[in-house]
C-alpha cells in the first residue's frame, strides 16, 4: 500500500491535474475538456468521479456515471474514462480508485458497471480483469459523422 494515499471525491480545480496525466498517458496534449466533465458530474450528486492524491498532489482519477436504462441494460453505472500517472502505475492506485467507485456504487443497488476498452490495449484490458471485469453481452458499434 503506498503511504499518503487518499482517494477522494473530484473537484472543479481538479482538471488540470487530469489534463496533465492524461497528456502523460498519451505523450500528446490533452485534448478531453475535463472542466466541463467535472462540472457535469458535480451538477447531480449521482455520479462517481474519484481521484487519487499522494501528499496532495493529484495522481490519478476515475470518472464514472449511472445509466437508467438502455438496450437490455437496467439501472448500471459505466466507468467512462481513468488515468494514473505513468509514475504511480503498477503501485495499485487504480484498484483502490475503482475499489471505492464499486463500493459507492454497491451502496446505491448498482449491481453491474460497465466500461469499453480498446481491443489492442493489452495493459488495460488486463488491469479490468483483475478487477473482475469480462466480456459482456454487448458489441460497441461507432458512426462516424
Known amino acids: ?3 499518503g494515499l487518499k482517494i477522494r471525491k473530484i473537484r472543479p480545480e481538479d482538471a488540470i491535474h487530469l489534463e496533465r496525466i492524461q497528456a502523460l498517458i498519451t505523450k500528446a496534449p490533452c485534448k478531453t475538456d475535463f472542466k466541463r466533465i467535472i462540472q457535469e458530474q ?3 450528486d449521482k455520479d462517481v468521479s474519484l481521484v487519487a492524491e499522494i ?6 482519477y476515475m470518472i464514472s456515471y449511472m445509466i437508467y436504462a438502455g438496450f437490455g441494460i437496467e439501472k ?3 466507468i ?3 488515468g494514473i500517472d505513468p509514475k504511480f502505475m503498477g503501485q495499485g492506485i487504480g484498484k483502490r480508485l475503482a475499489e471505492e467507485t464499486f463500493k459507492i456504487y454497491q451502496k446505491r443497488g448498482i ?3 460497465y466500461t469499453s ?5 493489452v495493459d488495460l484490458i488486463s488491469f479490468f480483469k483483475t478487477l473482475g471485469f469480462d466480456r459482456s453481452e454487448f458489441i460497441n458499434l461507432r458512426k462516424e459523422l
Open 1 to 3: 500500500m503506498i503511504q
Open 111 to 113: 449491481k453491474d458497471i
Open 80 to 82: 467512462a474514462i481513468f
Open 42 to 44: 458535480l451538477k447531480e
Open 55 to 60: 501528499d496532495g498532489k493529484v495522481v490519478g
Open 117 to 121: 476498452v480498446r481491443w489492442d490495449s
Open 76 to 78: 448500471s453505472a459505466w
